[in-house]
């Protein structure tokens, strides 16, 4: 049975932040994820974490281009040093909390400079974020992200982030596949997953077109989730999605999975 | 309302071609299409259709020689002429069967060959067949293949497909959209057909992977009948799939998706949540 956890960036919204750990526990998820955990200090989100007894699985890098407000740090060859620093952050924080993985930030395409030199930053700060999250044993993970949502997002395909993985070639870095991305970017899920299934260690959904839940859309997430646990994915199931109601009636499809 | 049309080519393989139609028949399709009927008299095939009160959906323009690799003619500048006999046979046994929609592969490009020759060539040959169609009130479909199945096919997603669509500019050239090769080619299947609606003349189905049933693959075959019973569609839906096992027993499916369509047909959807059962809970 793959492991179903909440997103609580997206999942009880109804609820301030720290309530949502509360929330989700309740519900049955043994686990959690979150985007933006900087808010709040590390020992009040541990206090959850143990009240509950959940699974902090991933939280996000703070990528944000305090000039721009854009996402996109990781890809600005003038700002190594700021990625550096916000690294350590997310170390920090991803160590406190007990996480498995970080998802270390891509971007969009900032403007004026060369898609080359782009990219050579970005393997440059996955490297460097690889091996920082290994030193404190943190998988570190790149999404690749759709472009309708996310225009000009500068990996966007499967295909774009396993070469960057295979650039970087470091035994710290995978994938983490978003069943709703990719829907849009490329389709042909499940022989995506069966192909790259040694490079996944983490996976989201959400139905697509719309970002409801599974039941939503075009996908058949009950095929997906046991075709997961039939190639032995060991990792977690991310529920980022936004409820077409509230959080709870949203979770009827779940049950047979949390 | 749609309606279910039976792959002859695909379906009901236990049995000889010409005793496929009285399988449809019996199985509740009202309307049957295949690949090719060329290598049957059109009499014989009208015969069938008649006996069995089946439609004639579908068929393909002579596709080559099939045997030695060949999937479809237009793109290749050295066969024009002999794309423009397949024109007019296909026309002969439209006209008998009475068949409306007929479908032309695009092909398989020599590779050495400049990728603009084919393009002219695909366009030249699809004007040249729509006029003649147009003559006899058929629709001209052009359909975009997966190149896992099909490696190096011409036509290979649906923005290429509909601007060919726009590039020849013949009023009844038409877009078949196959779920099944654009799942496996870029997804984002729901978007698609709405953003492509008016062009879209025939629909293909199968899932993925294995183009077994719906139901037995990553595609949520309730949500996106739903959605083209919700846009109007009045067309038809070819059953293209290999069935997983024996064909009847493999059309649990269609009786849940045609109940489904019946009822949102009769309750303008109201209510309605139908699903159809997935293989991997049996």
């Not at chain 1, 998802?103 to 974020?129: H, R, S, W």
Request: hydrophobic share 35%; proline share 4%; charged share 20%.
């Amino acid at each position: 049975m793959p492991k179903l956890e909440a997103n609580i960036q997206f999942l009880f919204n109804e609820y301030d932040i720290l309530d949502r750990y509360d929330k989700a526990a309740e519900l049955g998820f043994k686990g959690v994820e979150l985007q933006n955990p900087y808010p709040i200090p590390t020992n009040e989100i541990s206090e959850r974490l143990n009240a509950n007894g959940l699974q902090q699985v991933i939280i996000n890098s703070p990528v944000e281009d305090p000039i721009t407000g854009i996402n996109n740090i990781p890809l600005i060859p003038n700002k190594r040093n700021l990625y550096r620093d916000r690294t350590s952050l997310a170390v920090e924080y991803a160590h406190e909390l007990g996480c498995l993985g970080v998802n270390i930030g891509i971007g969009q395409m900032p403007d004026g400079f060369a898609t080359e030199i782009v990219k050579e930053t970005l393997i440059e700060n996955v490297t460097y974020a690889a091996t920082e999250l290994d030193k404190v044993g943190v998988t570190a993970l790149i999404e690749p992200i759709n472009v309708l949502d996310q225009p000009g997002f500068f990996i966007n395909t499967s295909k774009a982030a396993l070469d960057v993985i295979e650039s970087v070639g470091h035994s710290n870095l995978s994938l983490l596949y978003d069943f709703y991305h990719m829907q849009i970017m490329e389709g042909n899920l499940a022989a995506t997953l069966k192909d790259n299934i040694g490079s996944i260690k983490h996976t989201q959904l959400a139905d697509n077109p719309g970002r409801h839940e599974p039941g939503t859309g075009e996908i058949n997430f009950t095929f997906l989730l046991n075709y997961l646990d039939e190639l032995g994915y060991q990792g977690w199931v991310g529920c980022e999605y936004f409820p077409s109601s509230t959080t709870e009636a949203s979770l009827d499809w779940a049950r047979k999975w949390i | 309302m749609s309606q279910f049309s039976a792959n002859l080519t695909l379906m009901f393989n236990e049995v000889d071609f010409m005793d496929r139609f009285k399988l449809a028949s019996q199985n509740g399709f009202k309307g049957v299409e295949y690949l090719f009927p060329y290598d049957y008299p059109a009499d014989d095939i009208l015969q069938e259709l008649n006996k069995n009160g089946l439609k004639q959906i579908l068929f393909d323009l002579p596709a080559g020689d099939w045997g030695s690799g060949d999937r479809g003619i237009a793109v290749q500048p050295d066969r024009v002429g002999e794309f423009q006999d397949s024109v007019g046979k296909a026309i002969d046994y439209a006209n008998t069967l009475n068949c409306k929609r007929i479908t032309c592969l695009a092909g398989i490009p020599d590779p050495n060959e400049q990728a603009d020759l084919n393009r002219q060539t695909l366009v030249d040959n699809l004007k040249f067949a729509a006029k003649s169609l147009n003559k006899k009130g058929i629709t001209l479909l052009i359909e975009a293949l997966n190149t896992i199945d099909v490696p190096g096919f011409y036509l290979t997603g649906t923005d290429q497909a509909v601007q060919v669509i726009s590039d020849v500019s013949e009023s009844n050239l038409k877009l078949q959209y196959d779920v099944y090769h654009m799942q496996i080619m870029e997804g984002d299947l729901i978007r698609t057909i709405v953003d492509n609606f008016n062009i879209i003349k025939h629909f293909q189905i199968a899932d993925n992977p294995g183009r077994h049933e719906p139901g037995t693959g990553e595609i949520n075959y309730k949500n996106v009948f739903n959605k083209i019973n919700e846009l109007g569609y009045d067309g038809w839906i070819g059953c293209e799939y290999n069935p997983l096992g024996d064909t009847v027993e493999g059309l649990d499916w269609l009786a849940v998706a045609e109940r489904f369509a019946t009822t949102m047909r009769t309750a303008q959807g109201r209510g309605t949540n139908l699903g159809f059962s997935c293989k991997s809970d049996a």
